[in-house]
Each structure stands twice: as structure tokens, then as C-alpha cells.
């Protein structure tokens, strides 16, 4: 049985993404850190001024955004200042490369295919990301989906203990993939992506309908057939149905704040127990309360 599958079943994919996310890990200090000296270690395997770094690909509106904010909404992070945010997330279509004016005329036109690899300046992602895992801060472009290029505008990312960047090809370069502490694959089927991509594309992105069915079935199609599914492979966990999959995002919520516990263990004042967890969870509530081996255990 495919792992999406077992994933369909809430009760079994609870256990399977937990043995993902375990193995995940385990491979991570196995592999990863094998080749570090003693100690660039911290006890929890990964070096503690380095952020977890958590790879999300997928198709074009298999909902890779979403899944994002939904994590870090459960995570309680969304309304926190930037500077206080200890998980963060960013988008690889930051990281499109500059076009050539006869290309930015061939974009204008829906003639530039900005599903293929060559798109993107991989160059400079895998410098960012590196610079991310040193811990210093990055500033992020924004992407301006109507003019094609980068636009003047940078965001700020300050250093955080976990770092999300999702995008089509974020597996497809290998010296990025092997970045990754953790890869996601969101696997939403390629109809309802089509049916999402269409109003967003028009209502968000200036297109019209004409533009974005020709775009998707000249480019966006073939070029996810060929270069995007078959990363799918390098996912430790896939998410079938995206944000809809509330049982591998509260999964993957509870490993990432795993993570942050382990990098920021509670502080006991005056032989008080303390769970350490309530400045990461305001919104989860109870579910995240426990401590981290209640919550991984189970
Ligand atoms: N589970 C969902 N149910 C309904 N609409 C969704 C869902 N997930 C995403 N969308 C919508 O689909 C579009 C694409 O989602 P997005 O998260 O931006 O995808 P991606 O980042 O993969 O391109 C957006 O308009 C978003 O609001
Ligand atoms: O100038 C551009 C740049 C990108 N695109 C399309 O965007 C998607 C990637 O973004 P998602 O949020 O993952 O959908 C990609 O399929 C490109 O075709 C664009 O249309 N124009």
C-alpha cells in the first residue's frame, strides 16, 4: 500500500506519519551529522544554533502556501512580530531569476515556462538557505507575479528555530535538497489544482482565464509531469488533500514543536514543573500543553 493511502486512513496515518517523522529524524542524526565533529552537536542531533530546516514541494496550488500558514497559525506564530517568530516560512518563487528582455517579452505573451528549472536562480537559493542555516539574516525578496521579475521589495528573515520554504522545485536541486532536515510533499490532485490555480491566478496573479489554460497546458502540465512528481520520492512525509489533512499537519505541528522544546527546554522556577510550551502554542491549546514526550509518545 502507497503511503498516501495508509495517509486516507486518520487513525493509521497518525502512527504512520509519527514513524516518518521519527525515521525523519533518526536518518537526520545518522546521516547529517556522522560527518560532524563531536562537538558542533547538541544533544537533541542537531547543531542548536542551526534553524530545522523543513522542505515543502508540491504542485502548483496543491495548497503548499496553506499548509504553511496552517502550521504556523497552530504554532501560534502568525500574529507574532517577525523579530519574535521562532518558526518562519518563505517561497521559492522569491528565488526566480532575472529574465532577458526577449524573455520578459515572451513572458508577457504566456510564452515563458516558469515551471522549468532553468527558471529559478538556484544559485542564489542554495546561498540564502545556507546563510539561513548559519544563522544570520537574510532578506527575502518578494516575487510580483504580474511584471514577471522580482519586485524592489525585500522581507526581512530573522534568525528562527525552524524555517519553511515551500515551491515546486524545492527538491528538484539536489545540493538544496540535501539541505533539508525534513521534506513534505503536498499531493493534491492535479484537477482540483487546476480548479484552484484558474480564480487564483485570475484574481490574484492578473490573468486572464484564456492565459491561464494555455499557460497550464503548454508549461504548468508537462513541466510538473517532468520535473516536480518525481521529487516526490525524496518526501519523508506526504500529505494527501493538503490543508485538508488536519491529521499530518497536527502531526507535523507536534515534531516541529518537538523541535522547538528540545532547542528552548523548560525553565522549572522554585521546584515548579513546567512544561515550556505556552509561548510557542497559544493556539493549540491543550493538544501541545503536554510535554514532548507525551505528545510523541502516544
Ligand atoms: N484545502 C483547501 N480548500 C480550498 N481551497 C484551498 C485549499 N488549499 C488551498 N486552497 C486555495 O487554493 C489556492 C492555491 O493554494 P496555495 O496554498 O496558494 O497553493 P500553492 O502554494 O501550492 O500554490 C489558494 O487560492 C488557496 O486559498
Ligand atoms: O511570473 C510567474 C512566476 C510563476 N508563475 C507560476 O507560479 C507557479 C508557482 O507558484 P505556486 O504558488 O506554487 O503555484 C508556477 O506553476 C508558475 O507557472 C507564473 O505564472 N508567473
Redesign the pocket.
Known sequence: MSISAVLRNSRTSALCVLVVLRKSVRSFYTYKMAEKPADYLSTNGFESKTPFLIGVA????????????RIMEKLGQQHKEHTERRVVCI?QDSFYRSLTAPERLRAERGQFNFDHPDAFDDKKLLATLKDILAGKKVEIPEYDYISNSISNRTNTLYPADVVLI?G?LVFYFPEVRDLFHMKLF?D?DSDT?LA??V??DI??RGRDLEQVLNQYMNFVKPAFEEFCLPTKKFADVIIP????NLVAIDLIVHHIWDIIYKKHPPRATNGATCNGHHDVDEANGRRLSGSSEDTLSR
Not at 508540491?58 to 500558514?69: E, F, L, N, R
Not at 488533500?241 to 485538508?244: E, I, K, S, T
Open positions: 508540491g504542485g502548483t496550488a496543491s495548497g503548499k502556501s496553506t499548509v504553511c500558514q517561497s515551500e515546486i503536498v493534491t489544482r484552484r490555480r480564480p487564483r484574481m490574484e488533500r493538503g490543508a485538508d
